[in-house]
């Protein structure tokens, strides 16, 4: 198994550890899941994720490159900005879920999942007619995000770069807890504020004890994958593996909002998206909250309430802050609407639910 | 890890405690320390008669759902009633008001055929 420059401090901390994506990473701490993700809603937790790829793509044709692969518009991203994109896969489907970063002039940094980083790699490489320059340095890059609405006021002790002026989806390169050369992202995966650190794995456990020094006036916890997940869930945010993967539609998954084919881009399955938005299409990706007792969870079947199945759960969980089962599925487009009732078919019964618009978090 | 030996166990870590002809049976420790914090406890078999190994409700963790089965077969007489509102007893006191159900014994040879707690002890080890 893969370790990330904290793999021994999260052991020594007594956290459950498991296999993710070929990494042994930190599933939940000593307080548990519902502790940690209460941590970073209301106070600033950090969590390893220095099992995330980074791709650097670079060059002259850089930007006609990724204008192909990635869904959303690279030409309007300013440097010093970034934008949630995906790999369309040329049948339809979705190769990876993914963050870029505009670095520098004709440098542009890709941040994939784990669990498709050789994928990935594969994909990029056997698109690039364009005869971009594509690196690999997920080995050669750790990063921690440090998420809630404490996270600036603490982070800011560490460093002398005014935080506050790196806007949402932004970031800055500089130095933080005396390690140069961090990238300070204004990004995360939790809807609860805060920022993304890149950085060169030799400085991790540096900057994780400055982190926990300066964070204990904080309340700073370590937070692990557990927590990450139902954190993303009740914001909405999609998940690959079971919100999308090969075989979704992005527009199914309403994601349409980052697939910009008419902007001059000739992206991989461009018409297709255009046509599907036009047509519409036969199912959608929606929240849902259960008004009966119970928990969703994936693979579990949607229903009209009356035995009808019309969709599957992809991804379900007890809300911490709200103590209801909250989940993401797709449905029959005719059930998609904010409102209507559902069910969710949990060993033989159907528990009612209603269709609302994420995030569950209020 | 704690395992009391006035109880016998099962490989898939349920424990049981004979009272007479009835018995009451919980998950281990171990179950729900792996488990982690224990949200919601779903029993709907009172009254009904199973078999050894068969379900007799589920637990679910905030990431998981297990299933809970019936060392013996018997009768589930009771199911605990703290457990509605109260979830988390399982993980704060497994053993005692943690408890899942409460079953009369059909066969009491079968309870010949569960694991004491130097079995069980080793099975997790």
Not at chain 1, 334 to 342: L, N
Request: hydrophobic content about 40%.
């Amino acid at each position: 198994m893969k370790t990330t420059p904290f793999t021994d401090i999260h052991i020594a901390l007594g956290a459950k550890m498991h296999e993710f994506a070929g990494y042994n990473m930190p599933i939940e701490y000593t307080t548990g899941i519902i502790d940690e993700h209460l941590t970073v809603v209301n106070g600033v937790g950090v969590f390893d994720v220095s099992h995330m790829g980074e791709f650097w793509v670079k060059g002259a044709n850089a930007l006609q490159f990724l204008q192909k692969i990635c869904s959303n518009n690279i030409a309007a991203l300013p440097i010093g900005k970034a934008q949630y994109n995906f790999f369309p896969n040329g049948k339809g489907g979705i190769v990876d879920d993914l963050i870029v970063y505009h670095y520098e002039p004709e440098k542009y940094l890709l941040v994939v999942n784990a669990a498709n980083i050789e994928k990935d790699w594969e994909w990029i490489n056997s698109q690039n007619s364009e005869g971009a320059e594509l690196e690999n340095s997920s080995d050669n890059m750790a990063q921690l995000a440090i998420q809630g609405p404490k996270a600036a006021e603490q982070l800011q002790t560490l460093t002398d770069i005014p935080l506050s002026e790196i806007p949402y989806y932004s970031f800055t390169v500089g130095s933080i807890a005396g390690v140069d050369n961090v990238i300070i992202s204004n990004t995360g995966y939790t809807g609860a504020g805060g920022y993304e650190l890149y950085f060169y794995p030799q400085f991790g456990q540096q900057l994780w004890n400055k982190l926990f020094e300066a964070g204990e006036p904080f309340g700073l916890k370590p937070i692990g994958l557990g927590a990450r997940d139902t954190l993303r869930l009740e914001m909405g945010f999609l998940l690959y593996g079971n919100e999308i993967d090969e075989t979704t539609s992005p527009i199914e998954a309403g994601l349409g909002w980052i697939t910009k084919p008419a902007e001059g881009k000739n992206l991989i399955d461009g018409d297709l998206f255009t046509h599907q938005r036009t047509e519409g299409v036969a199912k959608k990706l929606v929240g849902f909250e259960l008004i009966d007792r119970g928990i969703p969870r994936t693979g579990y079947e949607l229903t009209d309430g009356k035995g009808k199945t019309i969709g599957r759960v992809t991804s379900g969980t007890l809300s911490p802050t709200r103590k209801i089962g909250i989940g993401l599925g797709y449905v029959e487009t005719p059930y998609a609407k904010i409102g209507t009732e559902i069910a969710v078919a949990i060993r033989n019964k159907e528990l009612k639910a209603i269709v609302v618009k994420p995030p569950f978090r209020k | 890890m704690n395992i009391p030996t006035n109880l016998k166990y099962t490989k898939d870590h349920e424990w049981f405690r004979l009272e007479g002809d009835c018995a009451y049976v919980g998950i281990t420790d171990f179950a729900q320390s792996e488990l982690g914090e224990i949200v919601f406890v779903e029993i709907e078999t009172v009254g009904e008669t199973l078999n050894a190994g068969e379900t007799f409700g589920t637990v679910e963790a905030v990431k998981t759902v297990s299933d809970l089965f019936l060392p013996v077969s018997g009768e589930v007489l009771e199911a605990n009633p703290l457990l509605e509102d109260q979830p988390g007893l399982v993980n704060s006191d497994p053993y005692g008001e943690g408890w899942m159900v409460k079953i009369r014994v059909k066969n009491m040879a079968e309870t010949e055929t569960l694991l004491t707690a130097e079995a069980y002890r080793s099975l997790i080890a």
